[in-house]
């Protein structure tokens, strides 16, 4: 369970390919404090961590994983968002995240502002009912609030703290990001299709 609230970059520094599995070595300035079977959210995407050495730490990601999200799309090089799981004594300054990636979503514009920078994504109209105006979204592990919602698009402004220390400073019209909806939203869908 995660809050949506990044602690730092990771940049991935190998990947290797085992059937229909990737795994990826991530270098970051918490992989020293990890420990082996913690879970982690890398993009928004609940992982595994399988191994540590030095500041590094490596992860699997399998099928489903890679159809659902845009790792598959990662390369050495990239940066990716982290966030440890949520301490059940602390405050949650995001949203209740679960790290379970619904599917990957598009940039279509990003503008920047004074003081701001917005960035429009679109979604499949299968996904409108997960969410609505002013409601949280989770982008690449990310906790924003969404407005100007329309059936298959909605846009997030993004403060200059979080465009500096998240990877949507590298995010462009055209992108893939990941995002997952707001599990409130989900339970509701799911009893009102249950009780047609």
């Given at each position: 369970?995660?809050?949506?609230?990044?602690?730092?970059?990771?940049?991935?520094?190998?990947?290797?390919?085992?059937?229909?599995?990737?795994?990826?070595?991530?270098?970051?300035?918490?992989?020293?404090?990890?420990?082996?079977?913690?879970?982690?959210?890398?993009?928004?995407?609940?992982?595994?961590?399988?191994?540590?050495?030095?500041?590094?730490?490596?992860?699997?990601?399998?099928?489903?994983?890679?159809?659902?999200?845009?790792?598959?799309?990662?390369?050495?090089?990239?940066?990716?968002?982290?966030?440890?799981?949520?301490?059940?004594?602390?405050?949650?300054?995001?949203?209740?995240?679960?790290?379970?990636?619904?599917?990957?979503?598009?940039?279509?514009?990003?503008?920047?502002?004074?003081?701001?920078?917005?960035?429009?994504?679109?979604?499949?109209?299968?996904?409108?009912?997960l969410i609505i105006e002013k409601g949280s979204v989770c982008v690449n592990g990310i906790s924003l609030t969404a407005y100007n919602v329309g059936k298959n698009k909605f846009t997030v402004a993004i403060i200059p703290?979080?465009?500096?220390?998240?990877?949507?400073?590298?995010?462009?019209?055209?992108?893939?990001?990941?995002?997952?909806?707001?599990?409130?939203?989900?339970?509701?869908?799911?009893?009102?299709?249950?009780?047609?």
């Amino acid at each position: 369970m995660f809050t949506g609230i990044i602690e730092c970059l990771g940049k991935i520094t190998n990947i290797n390919v085992s059937g229909s599995n990737k795994t990826f070595w991530i270098e970051s300035p918490i992989s020293g404090e990890l420990k082996v079977d913690e879970s982690i959210s890398h993009d928004g995407v609940c992982l595994t961590i399988e191994e540590i050495t030095g500041n590094t730490h490596r992860v699997t990601a399998i099928k489903e994983t890679l159809d659902k999200s845009n790792l598959d799309g990662w390369e050495i090089g990239n940066h990716i968002n982290l966030e440890r799981s949520l301490k059940m004594n602390g405050r949650i300054d995001g949203h209740i995240v679960q790290g379970h990636v619904d599917t990957t979503i598009t940039c279509t514009d990003k503008k920047v502002l004074k003081g701001s920078t917005e960035f429009t994504f679109k979604f499949k109209k299968r996904f409108s009912s997960l969410i609505i105006e002013k409601g949280s979204v989770c982008v690449n592990g990310i906790s924003l609030t969404a407005y100007n919602v329309g059936k298959n698009k909605f846009t997030v402004a993004i403060i200059p703290y979080t465009l500096e220390h998240t990877n949507l400073v590298f995010i462009k019209e055209g992108s893939k990001v990941n995002i997952e909806f707001d599990i409130l939203g989900k339970y509701v869908q799911r009893v009102l299709k249950s009780n047609k």
